[in-house]
T-cell receptor, first 112, second 114 residues
Framework: QEKVQQSPESLIVPEGAMVSLNCSFSDSASQSIWWYQQHPGKGPKALISIFSNGNKKEGRLTVYLNRASLHVSLHIKDSQPSDSAVYLCAVSSNTGYQNFYFGKGTSLTVIP | ETAVFQTPNYHVTQVGNEVSFNCKQTLGHDTMYWYKQDSKKLLKIMFSYNNKQLIVNETVPRRFSPQSSDKAHLNLRIKSVEPEDSAVYLC?????????????FGPGTRLTVL
């Protein structure tokens, strides 16, 4: 079973800061990696995904994937108080089915 | 915009009782899931259905059973709840986006077992 580790566990930053979140996974054959955002009392919401080595940018979000080191990172530029949430890394299984394994998440707090 | 609906929002029950949770998605997706999220926020997949067919049954106790009447509905029954079943149960559906599958989650059902 895929193992997904996220760091840090929690992060507190001032508004406007660049935020960097890390995720490592155990299976290099994993098909894709997704980042989800979860606010208290809500279900996770998909933010961005990556499949190939390299980086992908969408708005204030940039994700980097390095399959050789089994590592993916999410960077949030110009963080806002509304970005305060738990960020979950999800890695697809390599069984061919549409299953994902999640990390424990990073709790982000952006101070105004 | 919520398109994955779960009922109830909360449920408090006693050890040994049976509970049922409902999930409906209006997105037209073919695949639906049940996840369990524990107090430390770890999401673990329990079941996955594609067009009413079970395609994944991760190692969960036999007292848990999924039920699907059509591809838009996936319910979860727990036959005799135990204290360790206290958690948030999240339903999701997915569709293919490029080379991967984006999942849409419902708001969850919080179960407390006394």
């Amino acid at each position: 079973q895929e193992k997904v580790q996220q760091s840090p566990e929690s992060l507190i930053v001032p508004e406007g800061a660049m935020v960097s979140l890390n995720c490592s996974f155990s299976d290099s054959a994993s098909q894709s990696i997704w980042w989800y955002q979860q606010h208290p009392g809500k279900g996770p919401k998909a933010l961005i995904s990556i499949f190939s080595n390299g980086n992908k940018k969408e708005g204030r979000l940039t994700v980097y994937l390095n399959r050789a080191s089994l590592h993916v990172s999410l960077h949030i530029k110009d963080s806002q108080p509304s970005d305060s949430a738990v960020y979950l890394c999800a890695v697809s299984s390599n069984t061919g089915y549409q299953n994902f394994y999640f990390g424990k998440g990073t709790s982000l707090t952006v101070i105004p | 915009e919520t398109a994955v609906f779960q009922t109830p929002n909360y449920h408090v029950t006693q050890v040994g009782n049976e509970v049922s949770f409902n999930c409906k998605q209006t997105l037209g997706h073919d695949t639906m899931y049940w996840y369990k999220q524990d107090s430390k926020k770890l999401l673990k997949i329990m079941f996955s259905y594609n067009n009413k067919q079970l395609i994944v049954n991760e190692t969960v106790p036999r007292r848990f059973s999924p039920q699907s009447s059509d591809k838009a509905h996936l319910n979860l029954r727990i036959k005799s709840v135990e204290p360790e079943d206290s958690a948030v149960y999240l339903c999701a559906s997915s569709y293919r986006l490029g080379g991967s599958y984006e999942q849409y989650f419902g708001p969850g059902t919080r179960l407390t077992v006394l």
